[in-house]
């Protein structure tokens, strides 16, 4: 079945360590999205990706960054700079490079927690 | 730029009775509207949605909305819930102009617990 493959489920970080969080699809979806959820706060837009190599920042993109250099994966880095990082992180795709009248298939998230 | 309200965080019913959960938009234009689900530890799944034409809109599930520009809502309703129900939804919204690229705008979530 296709679908969006997100790994780790749960991932542990030391403070000052950049982590990588993985978000492979299957769909052959043009568009994929990182999303950050915080309890009460709905979800936010990190980064986003129509095509192959290219990519925009979102709504809160510091202290992260992002690569898409092949239509199936869409890696997450959360680097030192990220003040809080601690959040559930959720990968979507949209199939037609994200216009809106395609909606979002969403991974099963990552729990990250970093102390 | 757009914006969405979700009034009640958290919502209790009994098994067998209606639903109705709240969302309330701002934004200039006719807006294309989303209602999505998420169980506890999982992704979001996508209920329903609304672009254009007739203004109550049928989901998965045996959920529908419907669309009130004049009241700027856009509720989600289930005439009877069940068990399995038990969930968060997300109300979402995105410019109907747009020239490309998914830029959602979600609400905060609704909590609904379903008693037995």
């Known amino acids: 079945d296709g679908g969006i493959t997100q790994s780790p489920k749960y991932l542990f970080r030391k403070e000052g360590q950049n982590v990588t969080l993985s978000c492979e699809q299957n769909l052959n979806h043009d568009a994929m999205y990182w999303y950050r959820q915080d309890p009460g706060q709905g979800l936010r837009l990190i980064y986003y990706?129509?095509?192959?190599?290219?990519?925009q920042k979102g709504d809160i993109a510091e202290g992260y960054s992002v690569s898409r250099e092949k239509k199936e994966s869409f890696p997450l880095t959360v680097t030192s700079a990220q003040k809080n990082p601690t959040a559930f992180y959720l990968c979507a795709s949209s199939p037609n490079q994200g216009l809106y009248n395609s909606p979002l298939h969403f991974g099963n998230g990552t729990r990250l927690t970093v102390t | 730029a757009q914006s969405v309200t979700q009034p009640d965080i958290h919502i209790t019913v009994s098994e067998g009775a209606s639903l109705e959960l709240r969302c309330n938009y701002s934004?200039?234009?006719?807006?294309?509207l989303f209602w999505y689900v998420q169980s506890p530890g999982q992704g979001l799944q996508l209920l329903l949605k609304y672009f254009s034409g007739d203004t109550l809109v049928q989901g998965i599930k045996g959920f529908e909305a419907e669309f009130k520009r004049s009241q700027s809502s856009f509720n989600l309703r289930k005439p009877s819930v069940h068990w399995s129900d038990a969930a968060e939804y997300f109300c979402?919204?995105?410019?109907?102009?747009?020239?490309?690229?998914?830029?959602?705008?979600f609400g905060t979530g609704t909590q609904l617990k379903v008693e037995l």
């Open positions: 979402a919204v995105a410019p109907g102009n747009t020239g490309g690229g998914n830029k959602l705008t």
């Open positions: 990706s129509q095509i192959v190599n290219d990519f």
């Open positions: 934004y200039g234009a006719t807006p294309y």
